[in-house]
């Protein structure tokens, strides 16, 4: 039995999705990462991180929402699969340059337009968060006007980990007119109907108390 643990709203919704793409059953438990669920002896032993989301596939446990969607491909093959050697190696560098290069950024500014409450947002910190996007979304949208998916022709595993990535931006309403051909890819990739069933995201995470806390330890 394939468990995946998370609220859907939450990085929890990537593993959800792939494991929808592939059409593959599985046992769904709604941790919250908000409210303490995360740090309970029993979820510590699933993911000793205590955050989510995690997976358990039988006997094996795998944390990092990217990198179990890497396993669920090569596991199960398909079209979202890597189809060698090379694909694999690019579906890995475009899943690190995600992480490093985007994501955190893209918190930041997503936080201060939306998830933090209202009176905690800083237009300056999301205007900041924004001008350190502007290299990668260049590099993104660069490479998509050859092709219409990161490896080619299809829709792979390295299109869902960095769509699902950068759901933040439609989220937090993000501009993202400047980089049109990232943006029409964008929505490309979330409109499909495995990942078209997002909860509108209703609770608001707590700032943290100093600006360095918000870098370093950021939901
Ligand atoms: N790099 C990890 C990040 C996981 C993560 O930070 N998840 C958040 C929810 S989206 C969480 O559990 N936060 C609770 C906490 O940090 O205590 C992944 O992609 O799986």
Redesign the pocket.
Known sequence: MTILY?DLR???HRVAWMLKELDLPFEHVPTH??DGS??QPEYLQINP?????ALQDGDFKL????AINLYLARKHGGPLAPANLQEDALAMQWALWV?SEVEKPLLFAAANLFLFAEHERNADEAAMAMRKLGRPFRVLDAHLRDRPYLLGDRFTVADLNVSSVMTLAPLAGIDLAEWAVMQEWLMRCLERPAAADWKPIKFRIPRPPTPLAVLE?F?
Request: overall charge positive; glycine content about 10%.
């Open positions: 998370g939450s990085r929890a990462f908000l995360t740090r991180n205590g955050r989510v989301p944390f990092e929402s990217l992480v330890s939901v």
